[in-house]
């Protein structure tokens, strides 16, 4: 019989915002270290209307890229990476291999 450890929970909220200027901040994921280039996940502008233009630069992100609020962008951030994080009992994804052509 084998027995697997369960996934240890994920913080509800490992979001770095880092200001950058008056109306654009960076996104870190703090539960990474410093040196690790995927720690840093977005970019966001505040245009003219107020609204949060964002470049997501890594997955998983929200499908979307503008946003009303930061905290509608982070709440969307959070249930993007909590959808995403699959279980490590679940089989990989089964890729088809075909013959080659002549």
């Not at 994921?29 to 209307?49: G, H, K, P, T």
């Not at 990476?81 to 088809?96: E, K």
Request: aromatic letters at 6%; a negative charge; glycine letters at 0%.
């Amino acid at each position: 019989m084998t027995m697997t450890a369960p996934e240890p929970p994920r913080p509800a909220s490992v979001w770095e915002v880092i200001p950058l200027t008056h109306n654009s901040w960076r996104i870190c994921d703090a539960a990474l270290m410093e040196a690790d280039a995927s720690r840093l996940v977005a970019y966001i502008d505040r245009n003219e209307s107020g609204h949060f233009d964002v470049l997501w630069l890594r997955s998983p992100c929200p499908t979307r890229s503008r946003y009303r609020s930061m905290d509608e962008l982070l709440a969307e951030l959070d249930a993007a990476q909590t959808a995403d994080t699959p279980s490590r009992s679940t089989r990989p994804t089964h890729i088809p291999h075909f013959p080659p052509t002549h």
